[in-house]
């Protein structure tokens, strides 16, 4: 089988594996952020952070829901790792946004986090914060999903069919999970551009 094939083949798997009952979990939990006027804050390192920047878009734009990624403000994320550390980065400027009970995360992670492995230390110190004044917490991660899928509300782990592909997969599957939910028809308030020239 040649690697097209095969990575095609492992997509179908992985999509035939995912934990419907998380994702609609999400689904439940957006709604309420809604209705309750909340904020979504995306979190993510790598291309976690590029698909935080892309998501805030769909979320605002396609579902209503005010959102923010932190990594979109390069200035003041370089800034707090110069002056104070990577670690907190991205807790500090949750306590400045004055992340509540309200609110909500939702962290893009191969790893989930994991302080002893020193993965993603500053989505663990998010999380941690998060936690601490009962702000909801949604993920789509890889592996075993580290700290955000112990600490989530709801998360989607997508499960590793191939050692040597959990990134790239993860990351694909990162993607699928968040398109879906602003194109569920309980999140969904605006029509995307092309499906309304169709009409």
Known sequence: MDFTQHYLQLALEIAQKLDRSAIDRMVRLLVDLRSRQ???????????????G?????????????????????SEITART?????????????????LSERDMLLI???????????ISP????ALKYARDVKAKIIGVVGRDG??????????VVVPTVDDKLVTA???SFQAVVWHLL???????????????LAK
């Open 122 to 125: 500053n989505l663990v110190r």
């Open 82 to 98: 110069n002056d104070e550390g990577w670690d907190t980065t991205y807790a500090e400027w949750l306590k400045t946004s004055q």
């Open 38 to 52: 909340g904020r979504l804050f995306i979190l993510g390192v790598g291309g976690g952070a590029g698909h935080a």
């Open 54 to 74: 892309h998501a805030v878009c769909d979320f605002r734009k396609i579902a209503g829901i005010e959102a923010y990624a932190p990594s979109d403000n390069v």
């Open 108 to 118: 893009f992670s191969v790893g989930g986090g994991d302080l002893e492995r020193n």
């Open 146 to 155: 580290g700290m955000t899928a112990r600490v989530a509300d709801a998360c």
């Open 169 to 171: 997969l993860t990351e």
């Open 182 to 196: 602003i194109s569920h028809p309980d999140i969904q308030k605006a029509s995307m551009k092309w499906e309304g």
